[in-house]
């Protein structure tokens, strides 16, 4: 999978692909992430890459011309799957989504700032809108960050446990049930015996039950899906 990362502020994005499972993925070549300044596009002679809106309003906008021209150069390099614009009022983003982009191969995604981007590159270019939550953030790039590391995961290869995303929360519709590790007992506070009898089948059900439960009381609303 490739992933083309659109931003006036690069550096924001360094940090989260740089460790952990994110690089890791990347040293297996299982995923490769570019990232280009969209400031390297402007043709503005002061380098802007926004503008005062129409209609006057506190806010700038980020202009039309440097976007459209990286994202015109990267689709003659490629064809991309999806052109995804990181925004507030974007569909709510779902595990299942981002099972579904995870089959894909190539992704491209914008990073807004400041009021937003310019409406005629959402009217043009952009092929899904998401929203990482109900709250509003200074710019794309975290957003970005957050898809791409709930994408990336999912990648064969990409865990060391090949079942373990499979197991997690929201796949199946439920939340993931509560784990232990060592030791069996801490202040008094015991492990739940069934984990510690090597009965896999009970250890299984126990599981389910309580995934289900959890998932009951906490998000009622998986299990209406
Ligand atoms: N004026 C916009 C609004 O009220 O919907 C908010 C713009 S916000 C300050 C700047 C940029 O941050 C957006 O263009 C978007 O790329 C990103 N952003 C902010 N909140 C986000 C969220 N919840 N999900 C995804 N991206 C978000």
Request: net charge negative; charged share 25%; proline share 5%.
């Amino acid at each position: 999978m490739r992933i083309d990362i659109l931003t006036v502020l690069p550096e924001l994005l360094n940090g989260p692909f740089s460790a952990s499972i994110l690089k890791r993925a990347q040293d297996k070549g299982l995923v490769e992430i570019h990232l280009h300044n969209i400031r390297d596009y402007s043709t503005d002679r002061h380098n802007n890459v926004d503008d005062y809106q129409y209609g006057g309003g506190a806010g700038m906008v980020m202009s039309i011309e440097p976007i459209v021209t990286l994202i015109e150069k990267l689709k003659t390099e490629r064809s991309y799957d999806e052109v995804i614009y990181l925004t507030p009022d974007g569909e709510m983003l779902e595990q299942k989504a981002c099972n579904e982009l995870s089959l894909k191969n190539n992704l491209m995604m914008l990073c807004g700032h400041y009021k937003g981007i310019d409406e005629r590159i959402r009217e043009h270019f952009i092929t899904k809108e998401v929203s990482i939550g109900s709250y509003v953030l200074s710019g794309g790039e975290l957003a970005a960050a957050v898809l791409s590391d709930a994408i990336i995961r999912l990648l064969p290869g990409v865990l060391n446990n090949e079942t373990s995303a499979l197991t997690d929360s929201f796949q199946d519709n439920l939340l993931s049930p509560p784990v232990y590790t060592r030791p069996p007992e801490f202040r008094g506070w015991k492990v739940p015996e069934v984990l510690l009898s090597g009965n896999f089948p009970k250890i299984e059900k126990w599981r389910e039950e309580q995934a289900l439960e959890r998932t009951k009381s906490r998000r009622p609303d998986l299990l209406d899906e």
